[in-house]
């Protein structure tokens, strides 16, 4: 199914931002916009795409833009269901969700359950209901195309695939963030400006932080278990610091096949929504003569534990990869807001692993359960 009407859910973020950008490009009509709080950019987008409806999850600020909309036909909603109503509004086919956080599992499932074609950049909707969302997507027949770069790459490496026989391994590649080769001993005293810093992505606060911890390549393994029904054993990462090489995948004829292009989250936003067909693009060409050399290394698993963490996790199945995002939705926040160092944010997703008890079988509701138990485990109320 082609995208020609959409809701994006977190449009005032970095994903979303550059997801409008994209709908410009392309000339898609925008039916749905929501954030949390982001009053001014919000308006701002509504004045320009004239969407039906407007969500922003604040009450406060919702009234507020409410008021400054008053001269528009736009309908103005807050909380999570209103997010959920945008989810699944009747005039949208397709819904971008690029919410940040676990936030985001129940509008994807509500597009799920409206039928919606879903572009995913809200990773954590796989690694805190992975199971969920994929049997209420094979069941509505819904397709999910993935908008996170690494599984873009993998998802195009993967067409044409003769048979699932042929998969040996996904290959995912990290940049390895600000802190690669970097030592415990150095880490201990990082800062928050400096954990800010990537080297060649400009994404939002919680996720820069994530590729800082390599919590983000965590993340993104469960994400491609669900993703691309494969085993947490048969996914490879592979540090590479100039995120050209966007991921590969490796058949049983040792021939591997990867996907390149500049760091730029519109290729893979656009080719989700474009899909099976491809537009042009505002990015640049890859120049690859430019570039001359390009890099791979090992992970420091000791160094950047977080990998390890989610590895046991999704090994583990049932509730323990929300226990463990939720651990760190928790305390990637607490980091930022100068609470704890950078090495207690691992140090307290690994607590959380070791000694929350999860279930095997879980519904919506257990979810939402173990995430605030976890989150309270790692403030210690
Ligand atoms: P941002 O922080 O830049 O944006 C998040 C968006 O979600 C904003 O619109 C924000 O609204 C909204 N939001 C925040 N909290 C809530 C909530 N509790 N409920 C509903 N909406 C909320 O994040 P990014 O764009 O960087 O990331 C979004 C998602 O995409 C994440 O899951 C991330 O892992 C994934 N991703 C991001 C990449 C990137 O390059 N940025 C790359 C690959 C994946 P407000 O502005 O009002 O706060
Ligand atoms: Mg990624």
Known sequence: MMTSNLSVLGSTGSIGKQSLDVCRKCGYTVKALTAFSSVDEIEAQAREFRPELVTLVDEKSAETLK????????????????????????????VLNSVVGMAGLKPTLTAVRAGKKIALANKETLVAGGRLVMSEAEKYGVKILPVDSEHSAIFQCLEGKPSNKALKKLILTASGGPFFGKTRDELKTVTLESALKHPNWSMGAKITVDSATMMNKGLELIEAVWL???????????????????????????????????????????????????????????????LGNLTFYKPDYDTFECITICRDAITKGGLYPAAVNSANEQANLMFRKGEIG???????????????????????????????????MVRGD
Request: proline content about 4%; hydrophobic content about 35%.
């Open 228 to 290: 691309f029904s494969v085993k947490p054993s048969d996914i490879d990462i592979v540090v590479h610091r100039e995120s050209i090489v966007h991921s590969a995948v490796e058949y049983s004829d040792n021939s591997v096949i990867a996907q390149l292009g500049l760091p730029d989250m519109r290729i893979p936003i656009q080719y989700a929504l474009t899909y099976p067909e491809r537009y042009e693009s505002p990015v640049d060409e890859l120049d690859l003569t430019e």
């Open 67 to 94: 008021i400054k909309l008053k001269d528009t036909s736009v309908r103005v909603l807050s909380g999570i269901d209103g997010v959920c109503e945008c989810a699944a509004l009747e005039s949208a086919d397709t």
């Open 342 to 376: 950078f090495l207690d944010i691992a140090e307290r997703v690994r607590k959380v692993y070791e000694t929350i008890d999860c279930k095997d079988e879980y519904t919506f509701e257990d979810v939402i359960e173990i995430d605030k138990l976890a989150r309270q």
